[in-house]
């Protein structure tokens, strides 16, 4: 076991090294076969320890930090939980690499392009299965380093360097947050093991067990885009189309999920913590589905659609529903995958034309594209059948049977969001596919085989985590039932098939209404060529946070900058130097006047001395 | 011993003063200020005889032997230069001798 582990790591962090040392000497094809072989290689060893694992799997590779009391080992940690996700992560990165082999076939910078993925892959693993806090948050910030690094990877633009530059510091906000939680931590119980400190959450108070997991739900809303931390997510599209697929959709932002999943054992102690965090991932559920309903650019689309997803992961963790929000976790990483590579076909298809408005027809241009991208579509909206409805559906059954006041809202508005879902996904379907034929680019055939298996996945999905009523427990609440235990009230067999009878009619609802408001180009008739919800300008531009944050933080950041540079350093320190210099400088220069060769000056400059001389000589004698 | 020290001391003085304001004020004729250091040096040699004659030990004078020697020989090769420099400057004015500075 311990073997795999260490492969599982090595193999990514190998082909990111040799990429970065001698890859731009090797030919392309073997630089991207380095860099795709490692982490298929990876996602080997994952099914070899995912089939070897018996309970959990414990391991320490070295010693890492140690200072004191502090012992930061490398210590990784394989349970059922990090097993699936990890042979999600390395699977849905091995069909990424492949299609990024064809995305892209025509940019010079490939090298660097394979090393940050291959980067960002070994720092991933190193997240899900760090069993140290210390390690976990070196792969926490080594996945945002790569983030920042491939948002911006076309960094000659300035858009897309700003893009980047903005989802590393809103991200690093939420790290503060997580930070002070491993030193607090640390001081609490002496130990930066996660196993560890999950058992002694009972020893302290529930207060402390509170304001520990507010702030690691703070790091966790930094990461996953949630509200209030959720800016930077639509911007970060600015990257490369498998840059969104990988790292914004399907890898790194469900970490913040992982994190409080991990955590689940020690933060569940407190009432309050699953409280907060079912409403603010119910919050950014609908605040993002309203914004993705108004939305013209493909890839924001599914930005907003990925946060909007990821507030259900939220509500199903916050309902203490492990097993759903892992459920919805690898479905939806399925899906929107397989969404964010079809959106790449069609902007590759339009010449990198990314509004919507300005596609169309597409079905009978690009049915290879046109098919998987509708599974993917299908899952997302929930349509009856397909994995993102059993997933979804499963977080949502969490939710009702946990009963009470609160609960019962939330489930309301996080019904109402999954009509929301399935509107704004079919709108951007038929908006896209629907309508004329049109002259369009082809597609290299490879990315849209890649497509393949990701929609088999996302639309057989289900199959992981069959609903109980139709004979046994699914296959991963079996798996995972040692580490949640048993997770608040069994659904009776009727309740469950009542809501998902209601879970299909309003994704079926959501769909009709779709069709009648953009069903065969029946958005060309609106007002100015558009609807009128296009033209909302508030959901558009995501409820205008932007502005807000713009105008609470950075206009006085700014103002405060602005002083202390201009004010302060140029003003107090700068100009005082200067004025020492003026000073020293003048004073040079009036003496130097003095030494003019003059031999009488001289002389009577020497008399004057010894004239000083002789009368401090005469006042000390004196007195 | 007839005359007092003091005396001689004063004399000295007024004869170091007198011979030190020749040379500050007489810049215009180079010969003038080496009169003028001759002056000075003068009084130091009174200086030292009288203090000589005082405690009746024979180092002042010594020291006077010296200092004539000395100021025979810088006389001389100080002559020598005021004759160079004015042949190359048409000038005895001291204030002409000022380009090793520039």
Known sequence: ??????????????????????????????????????????????????????GTARTELFRWLSAFDLNAPVSLCFDSLSAVICLMVTFVSGMIHLYSTAYMAEDKDYVRFFMLLNLFVFAMLLLLLADSLPLLFLGWEGVGFCSYALIGFWYEDEANATAG????????????????????????????????????????????????????????????????????????????????????????????????????PFIGISPVVPAVIACIGTATAFYAATCALAQCDLK????????????????GVGSGAITAATFHLLVHAFFKALLFMGAGCVIAAMGHEQDIFKMGGLRRNLPRTFWPFL???????????????????????????????????????????????????????????????REVHTVPRFMEITLL??????????????????????????????????????????????????????????LAIAHTRYGGGRWRTGERGLPALECNAFFREGWYFDRLYRFLFIRPYDAVSRF???????????????????VTGIAGRSLGKWTNGRVSLYLASFVGGAVLLLVYFAWIIIS | MIVPLAHVLILSALI???????????????????????????????????????????????????????????????LALVVYLHRRKKSVNSDDYSTLQE
């Open chain 1, 453 to 510: 298996p990701l929609a088999m996945l996302a639309l057989f999905g289900g199959i992981i985590n069959l609903p109980e009523y139709l004979g046994r427990p699914g296959w991963l609440a079996g798996l995972l039932a040692p580490l949640t235990g048993i997770e608040g009230v069994k659904p009776g067999n009727g309740t469950e098939v009542i809501l998902q009878i209601v879970a299909g009619a309003i994704a079926l609802l959501g």
């Open chain 1, 300 to 315: 924001r689309i599914l930005a907003y659609s990925t946060m909007s997803q990821i507030g259900f992961m939220m509500l």
């Open chain 1, 564 to 582: 202390l540079w201009a004010g302060v350093d140029e003003g107090v320190f700068n100009n005082s130097v200067d004025a020492l210099g003026n």
């Open chain 1, 375 to 437: 599974a993917g579509a299908i899952c997302l909206a929930g349509l009856p059948l397909t994995g993102g409805f059993f997933s979804k559906d499963s977080i949502l059954v969490a939710v009702y049977l946990k009963g009470g006041p609160l609960y019962s809202a939330l489930f309301a508005l996080a019904e109402f969001t999954a009509l929301l879902t399935a509107i704004y996904t079919f709108r951007m379907v038929y908006v896209v596919f629907g309508g004329e034929r």
């Open chain 1, 165 to 264: 530059r903005k989802a590393f510091i809103v991200t690093r906000v939420g790290d503060v947050a997580f930070g002070v939680a491993i030193f607090w931590m640390f001081r609490l119980f002496g130990t930066v093991s996660i196993s560890e400190i999950n058992l002694m959450g009972h020893l302290i108070p529930v207060c402390t067990v509170t304001v520990l997991g507010l702030l690691l739900l703070g790091g966790a809303i930094g990461k996953s885009a949630q509200m209030p931390l959720m800016v930077w997510l639509p911007d970060a599209m600015a990257g490369p189309t498998p840059v969104s697929a990988l790292i914004h959709a399907a890898t790194m932002v469900i970490a913040g999920v992982y994190l409080l999943g991990r955590f689940f």
């Open chain 2, 16 to 78: 170091f003063t007198m011979g030190m304001f020749c040379l500050l004020v007489w810049r215009r004729n180079i010969i003038m200020m080496l009169i003028g250091i001759e002056i000075m040096l003068n009084a130091v040699i009174l200086a030292f005889v009288g203090g000589a004659a005082h405690w009746g030990t024979a180092d002042g004078q010594v020291f006077a032997l010296f200092i004539i020697a000395m100021t025979s020989a810088e006389v001389s090769l100080a």
């Open chain 1, 1 to 54: 076991m311990k073997l795999y582990l260490t492969l599982i790591l090595m193999f990514p962090l190998l082909g990111a090294i040799l990429n970065a040392l001698v890859g731009m000497r090797l030919s392309r094809p073997l630089s991207q076969a380095i860099a795709c072989g490692s982490v298929w290689a990876s996602f080997a060893c994952s099914a070899a320890a995912f089939f070897a694992l018996q």
